[in-house]
């Protein structure tokens, strides 16, 4: 063999080392990669109710991935029993996290379930509304009349009952309320039982387009000085936010990222919740959309103060304690997990 076959093989032998030393760390790193883009999920459970039109942002965060992008496998469940049993099942760790309106947790929070509210999710969930039969034709009207809501502990029934006290009109003594199970609230009206309902959509949609007559709005839970309140929130149990604070910031964010993706998405998002959504078309539930404050959702201390301002609502209705103070409250139940 000559020399200079000796040195071309030499060389051969050295370049073929270094390509090998070259791709030993791009080798290591795709394995990493590789690795961490097959990291397991942290699972959680979320309770909703599919019936609520607004939170079609629950279903988008799971359809369009963004759950999973921020590191989430949520096993979404439909959720209709009481809010005590909900907050129980928070407390207990049977579910990991729920969306609820704020009427409706306040007196149960105040009661001690370990439940820490997270961030807020939109506003415009309830309405006030006239039949027109009745002669209302504003809000003073509602004196001697009888409104009706789907049961006395109704979030409708406590915001309104504050609402009214607002504008001068006694909720106790002024009108009277009377409960109707889902639909008879339309033929109570109909009737002439009730002059006014106070609930939420769809159903109050619903009984709008179906019952003759007509029907004026007459204010909803954006009209001021709430156009720029959540009336529902996100909530987590209290050792769920021990042990695991960043899945929860991260369900938190996820979230708050599909608020503000149906806010451009809207069409995109009714076809979505569209499959849960009993009776209605794609274009009627964006109609409903329009009432809807999608861009609501506070976080850190503005949400902080907001829940101090509907327990202070809560109190002087009667609701809350006389001696719970709204800012201990709100510090004590709610927890920023986003900081």
Same mark, same amino acid.
């Given at each position: ?6 040195? $071309? ?5 050295? =370049? ?35 019936? $609520? ?41 049977? $579910? ?20 820490k509210i997270v ?26 009349? *009888? ?41 109570? *009206? ?70 503000d993706w149906i806010?451009?998405?809207? =069409? ?34 503005s949400l902080r ?35």
């Open positions: 063999m000559t020399q200079n076959t000796i040195d $071309s093989r030499r060389r051969s032998l050295l =370049r073929a080392a270094g390509s090998l030393a070259l791709a030993a760390p791009l080798l290591g790193l795709g394995e990493r990669a590789f690795a961490q883009a097959a990291a397991p999920k942290t699972k959680l459970t979320f309770a909703w109710s599919q019936v $609520s039109f607004c939170l079609t942002p629950v279903p988008v965060a799971k359809e369009t991935g963004i759950f999973e992008k921020n590191g989430l496998d949520v096993e979404l469940i439909n959720y209709s029993g009481s809010t005590d049993q909900l907050l129980e099942a928070l407390s207990t760790n049977k $579910s990991d996290a729920a969306i609820g309106m704020i009427h409706r947790w306040l007196k149960p929070l105040e009661g001690g379930f370990n439940v961030a807020g999710a939109h506003g415009g969930c309830v309405r006030l509304v006239a039949h027109k039969p009745s002669g209302i034709a504003k809000l003073a009207d509602l004196r001697g009349k *009888a409104i009706g809501v789907p049961d006395l502990a109704q979030p409708a029934k406590h915001f309104f009952a504050v609402y009214l006290k607002r504008h001068g009109i006694d909720p106790d003594r002024d009108v009277t309320w009377k409960a109707y199970q889902g639909d008879l609230l339309g033929l109570a *009206a109909q009737k002439g039982e009730i002059q006014a309902i106070a609930y939420s959509d769809p159903l109050l949609y619903r009984i709008e387009r179906d019952i003759k007559g007509g029907w004026l709005q007459l204010a909803t839970n954006t009209s001021p000085p709430y156009e720029d309140k959540t009336c529902c929130v996100i909530g987590v149990g209290g050792d769920l936010v021990k042990k695991n604070r960043p899945a929860v910031a991260a369900l938190a964010r996820s979230l708050l990222e599909a608020y806010q451009t998405h809207q =069409r995109e998002g009714a076809e979505i919740f569209h499959k849960y959504a009993s009776g209605l078309t794609v274009d009627e539930i964006l109609h409903l959309y329009k009432q809807l404050h999608f861009h609501v959702h506070p976080t850190g201390q103060d907001q829940i101090a301002f509907y327990a202070q609502d809560f109190k002087d209705l009667g609701v809350l304690k006389p001696a719970t103070d709204p800012k201990k409250l709100a510090d004590h139940i709610f927890t920023d997990v986003l900081k």
